[in-house]
């Protein structure tokens, strides 16, 4: 009889346990749901809300959820949300932002230490558990350096506690070792992560890709920082992003330290969305379509590659061998893809949350191009480019554009960096082109030498329109025949036409049988950015105020290119054009192809690239000088100058000379589809667009 009644009281005990857990998971993710604010609860708050709802932490990014499991909330903070505590009547109000930008860590954490006087002493505690689990997680090479070798993973747990066991991290059979081993096996703040999912016009999203083949967001838990305190949700989202990701602007090809994630509006509270049932993550979804930035993988350390993937692939993909390489994002981008009712709102007692969804589909599609959209729409006929297959052309042509190329450099000069607003003003520009020549020599400096300190107002903005007259007045000043060229611009057209990658526009217009190309787009100078400090680096003594562009005369198939190239700087004794290029921990060419052509076209033989490290100002550790001619195989390079020759035949044909055109590769909304353009420009707007006439080139001494 004893043993019965101790089994029956057992058993009662079970069943009471289980109801309540039961209870509080319930209570819990009706609390997640509905938007209570967890990191708003007192430290001293007896409430037990975690940051975490899920009590299985044997997570692992090899997710084989079915998709009938996944569930997001989607919460939108427009409203002051009024939330009561469980323990007390009192109310805690909050704005929109508030749960994005609070340090508070859940105070489930602080209940777990109750032998700790203050709560200083337990964020100290968590950041040591925090460091020395990295350490373990970060695989290194018999030096002690870190290796691309696959990152551990956090879950499960059993192997970091036996690390921690193994390192003596501290006596376990104690109470408070028992207290810090209750937190391994169940690390709130590690099991929760957040993260910013860009997707664009072309119905892709932006993704990194682990040594495990998985992709994912950028994204990662919350930290304890060198203050021990909690980051935000934002700063987290941040540095996850940065760190894994850098991005380069296409412009002047430089990397920047910091991408600002809330400067460019893409951590706003309307944008967040949590899957906490299955993968336990928080992603912002932001709509991402600047022409001028793309992003680069910053080392292969966590991740082995980035890039922008197809939505329909994600949902259209079937997992093999139980592995869904999309797990952690298929919820999200099938959240991304539905139409969903945008006013749709869940309430429950004290608090409010609004459901809202980002709908890519029913959304007001645009180009995204630094001409307005009503321009385009007003457009006279819009002609779209057909990149078909040739194979006489093709046979023609192939291996011949490369070698015919036979680029001739006509003359430097130096140009102010500070521009006239005004593009057609002849007189202003000629003042911004030096009549005595600087030649920036290279200097190679020296390694762990730091870079020129940041300076105040180191961005220079550029005319809000680029101006053709620069090469023009080139071109006069060294004598130089226009007519005889097919096609006159500046070199990162022509590189932008053949790499054939991101959205842009130009302008177009045909007088007599030469065609004249005019970026829209963007532009500053920035000081303060690590590729333009390297190069004051290597050409000390040249004036900083101006830059070195080269006149460039060119072949591509049967067109004479006449161009303008920036150029580094240039070999004293060979006074052969050098590109240099910083690079944060590597000595890597990013983008070959790309870097190719920008040199090719400018007849540069050397690219330098400077290895510096991440403090400020960074310090040069390694110098690396590549033969242009040595990157990337020939098969591709006429591949790329073939699609240039293709284009330039195609506006040839069909650029006349009365009006204005625009070149443009984006995604037209009207024709629902992402092509290369040409649109001739309506006679209101031509006024606008006007870049050259035949006025400006008969007051250049130019006669057609």
């Known amino acids: 009889m004893p043993d019965r009644r101790g089994k029956s009281e057992k058993r009662r005990q079970t069943r009471e346990q289980n109801k309540h857990n039961s209870e509080r998971k319930e209570r819990n993710n009706d609390d997640r749901i509905n938007s209570i604010d967890w990191s708003l609860i007192d430290y001293d708050d007896e409430n037990d809300f975690d940051e975490c709802l899920s009590d299985d932490y044997g997570i692992s990014n090899k997710s084989t959820t079915s998709k009938s499991q996944r569930t997001i909330t989607i919460r939108n903070y427009q409203h002051n949300i009024t939330t009561k505590s469980s323990v007390e009547t009192k109310t805690s109000k909050y704005t929109d932002e508030h749960c994005f930008h609070d340090r508070q860590p859940p105070s489930r ?54 690390h921690f066991k193994r390192v003596d991290y501290a006596n376990f059979d104690t109470k408070d070792g028992k207290q810090i081993l209750k937190y391994l096996e169940k690390p709130i703040l590690r099991t929760f992560q957040y993260g910013v999912l860009l997707f664009n016009s072309e119905k892709q999203i932006f993704v990194v890709q682990n040594h495990d083949g998985i992709w994912n967001a950028p994204m990662s838990y919350r930290k304890i920082n060198q203050n021990f305190q909690l980051e935000t949700i934002n700063e987290t989202v941040s540095r996850a992003f940065n760190k894994q990701i850098c991005a380069k602007h296409q412009l002047t090809d430089e990397i920047f330290e910091f991408y600002d994630l809330q400067d460019q509006q893409h951590l706003n509270s309307h944008k967040y969305i949590e899957n906490d049932q299955t993968e336990l993550i928080g992603l912002f979804i932001s709509e991402f379509d600047d022409p001028i930035i793309e992003f680069e993988l910053r080392d292969t350390y966590v991740n082995q590659a980035c890039q922008w993937i197809s939505i329909d692939d994600v949902i259209k993909h079937v997992p093999e061998n139980q592995l869904d390489i999309y797990g952690t994002l298929r919820s999200f981008v099938e959240h991304i893809q539905r139409d969903t009712d945008l006013n749709k709102t869940n309430s429950n007692n004290d608090v409010s949350a609004t459901i809202t969804t980002l709908n890519i589909n029913t959304a007001p599609l645009k180009r995204f191009l630094s001409i307005r959209d009503a321009i385009f729409d007003r457009a006279q006929q819009c002609l779209q480019f057909e990149n078909e297959y040739n194979q006489a052309l093709d046979e023609n042509l192939s291996g011949t554009l490369l070698n015919n190329y036979a680029p001739k450099i006509l003359g430097s000069s130096n140009f102010k960096l500070h521009v006239h607003e005004d593009h057609l003003n002849i007189y202003q520009y000629e003042k911004c082109i030096l009549e005595k020549l600087q030649i920036p020599y290279y200097n190679q400096p020296k390694l762990n030498s730091m870079f020129p300190h940041r300076i105040h107002n180191g961005v220079i903005p550029q005319a ?9 007045i080139m071109a006069q000043r060294f004598k130089i025949d226009i007519h005889k060229y097919d096609i006159i611009c500046e070199r990162n057209s022509l590189r932008n036409i053949a790499m054939n990658e991101n959205p842009y526009v130009m302008g177009v217009k045909k007088i007599g049988k030469t065609l004249f190309l005019r970026r829209h787009d963007k532009r500053f100078v920035d000081k303060n950015q690590a590729g333009y400090r390297f190069e004051q680096m290597c050409i000390r003594g040249y004036n900083s105020s101006t830059c070195f562009k080269q006149l460039v005369e060119g072949n591509i198939g049967t067109f004479k290119t006449l161009i303008t190239a920036e150029t580094d700087a240039i070999d004293e004794q060979t006074h052969q054009a050098i590109e240099l290029k910083s690079r944060y921990n590597t000595i890597d060419i990013y983008d070959q192809e790309d870097s190719w052509l920008q040199t090719f076209l400018s007849d540069t033989k050397t690219i330098i690239v400077g290895k510096r490290t991440s403090e400020e100002p960074p310090r040069l550790v390694n110098l690396h000088e590549y033969n242009v001619s040595s990157i990337s195989d020939d098969t591709v390079k006429n591949k790329i100058l073939l699609h240039l020759y293709r284009v330039l035949d195609f506006l040839q044909q069909n650029v006349k000379q009365d009006g204005i055109y625009l070149l443009s590769r984006h995604y037209d909304p009207n024709l629902e589809n992402h092509n290369l353009y040409l649109y001739k420009v309506a006679e209101q707007d031509e006024q606008e667009l006007t870049f050259i006439t035949q006025q400006i080139l008969a007051q250049l001494g130019f006669r057609f």
Do not use: A, H, W
């Open 464 to 472: 809000r329109k680029t101006s053709i007259l620069p090469i023009l």
């Open 109 to 162: 954490i602080f209940n777990i230490f109750p032998n700790m006087k203050s709560k200083i002493e337990v964020m100290k505690l968590l950041k040591g558990i925090q460091d020395e689990e990295e350490r373990y997680c970060q695989p290194k090479d018999e030096y002690g350096n870190r290796t691309t070798t696959k990152i551990l993973n956090p879950f499960p747990r059993e192997p970091i506690i036996e």
